[in-house]
């Protein structure tokens, strides 16, 4: 008689919490791989701003607020309502249209659920929407370039609005992984009265935020060898009891 296996009820049950994990699993190597590829770099910008909001990021909110700038130029209501300069119109529009972007780069990977062949944002007001628009913040890079967008918005909405320039970068500082270290000085700096303290809280916040970064690749890599240990030793397999042959 030929060998055969057989999956009684209880182990299928079995077998399908194990493959419930693996997804997971799998989910986390692929959502790990992409934090990793966004932190092959590090970004040191220092600015002036006439306040900072002390708002928590909250992916729905957050969407709200820049899927709510209108997308047409030519709509200056949403604007008036908030005493925005004209002269920053472009900026916000800016961010509506980077929303976008990054809902298009989402939607170019084939790995992901989300499918809408006329690339149009989730509309966080039409309940027909709401099922498409958890998907959505449920991605793992759209998040993150999200919450990027939230600090540009925030940066833009903590402005004196009389003053036009409270936003400029001063100094920017990006370090590669390969070693470039890239500084970038607006020239407005070199009329700055305090140039020389701008400069040094700079310096202190690459040192600082160098020293985080490398703690965090650290970790991460960490992370990933620990995986690749425990995927080599077998404990991310199936167990053998899963299965039952009835002939032994």
């Keep these: 008689m030929p060998d055969s ?6 182990q299928s049950g079995q077998l399908g919490q194990v493959s419930s994990l693996q997804r997971r699993f ?19 910008n220092t600015m002036i701003v006439s306040q900072i909001t002390g708002s928590k990021f909250v992916p729905q909110e957050a969407y709200r607020y820049i899927y709510d700038i209108p997308e ?4 200056e209501q949403y604007f008036y309502q908030r005493q925005i300069p004209p002269a920053l119109y472009h900026r916000y529009h800016g961010l509506r249209r980077k929303l976008l972007m990054e809902y298009r780069q989402v939607l170019s990977n084939p790995t992901n659920d989300l499918f809408d062949p006329q690339e149009r944002l989730p509309n966080p007001d039409d309940p027909s929407d709401e099922d498409k628009l958890q998907n959505l913040l449920s991605n793992g890079r759209f998040l993150r370039g999200l919450r990027k967008l939230q ?5 833009l909405d903590s402005q004196d609005l009389k003053s036009e320039s409270t936003d400029i970068i001063y100094a920017q500082t990006v370090m590669q992984l390969d070693g470039d270290i890239i500084n970038r000085y607006h020239e ?9 303290l701008l400069i040094q809280i700079h310096n202190e916040g690459v040192n600082s935020g160098e020293r985080q970064w490398r703690g965090l690749l650290e970790f991460m890599v960490e992370i990933v060898q620990n995986i690749l240990e425990k995927s080599t030793d077998g404990r991310f397999r199936l167990p053998a009891a899963t299965f039952v042959n009835p002939n032994r």
Aim: glycine share 6%; charged share 35%; proline share 2%.
């Design 72 to 75: 047409n130029e030519g709509d």
């Design 151 to 155: 600090e540009l918005k925030s940066a």
């Design 5 to 10: 296996t057989e999956i009684t009820p209880t």
């Design 188 to 196: 407005k700096l070199l009329d700055f009265d305090q140039k020389e």
């Design 26 to 44: 799998s989910d986390f190597v692929v959502g790990l791989g992409e934090v990793l590829t966004d932190m092959t770099a590090l970004e040191v």
